[in-house]
């Protein structure tokens, strides 16, 4: 459209004007420029995500237990994921559990990073990262006293079931939580609550190769 407006305008203003059986080649060609030059942009974008880290392996011979919830406030449930893998991104367990959906994210995202430390324990793992999207969360359990938030009562009566010296707590951003993100999702299409041992539900092996390279 370009090239037949600039050449109707050449003829307006009495100026010399390419011929008209040049519009479709310069158009071709303007075309085939712009195609190449997007061709270019997607390739580095191709380059920069795959050059992103999306995970942080634990230290050697170390574990990192992921964490994420969900809310499905449709159905009046809220998703837990949870995924226990070593320091070569293999998973050792991963879980998918709904419940009653309580009255606040936050308390979600404790409810989850608990069921977190008590599959661990029911696991028979001790030192491990414990890694959630939640920064509130993280914080609470960072404390060495008991919170006064809303779920400070959760988070202290999991604590008893292990020795708390044994977890480091971490925060990530929610690139790094993909899979228990997806887990906590999952669980609107579980029964009570689902786990697989080395493994997770088929359908995120794409996000669990994504996640972890």
Not at 37 to 50: I, K, P
Not at 86 to 104: K, R, T, W, Y
């Amino acid at each position: 459209m370009w090239t037949i407006w600039s050449h109707r305008n050449q003829i307006r203003v009495q100026q010399n004007a390419y011929p008209i059986t040049q519009v479709v080649p310069n158009a071709q060609q303007a075309f085939s420029i712009f195609q190449r030059a997007n061709r270019v942009q997607q390739l580095q974008a191709m380059v920069s995500n795959t050059n992103q880290v999306t995970w942080i392996p634990p230290p050697a011979n170390s574990l990192k237990i992921n964490f994420d919830g969900a809310l499905f406030k449709d159905i009046n449930k809220a998703g837990l994921g949870v995924v226990i893998h070593n320091d070569h991104g293999q998973v050792l367990a991963s879980l998918s559990e709904h419940i009653q959906m309580p009255f606040s994210s936050d308390l979600v995202e404790a409810l989850t990073a608990a069921r977190a430390i008590s599959f661990a324990h029911e696991l028979s793992f001790a030192n491990y990262i414990l890694e959630g999207g939640s920064d509130v969360v993280i914080k609470a359990l960072k404390r060495n006293d008991d919170s006064l938030s809303s779920f400070g009562h959760i988070l202290a009566s999991t604590k008893t079931l292990t020795d708390v010296n044994c977890i480091t707590f971490s925060h990530t951003c929610r690139i790094g939580n993909a899979v228990a993100r997806n887990l906590a999702k999952h669980a609107r299409h579980v029964i009570g609550f689902k786990v697989w041992m080395e493994d997770v539900p088929p359908h995120l092996h794409s996000v669990l190769f994504a996640n972890y390279g």
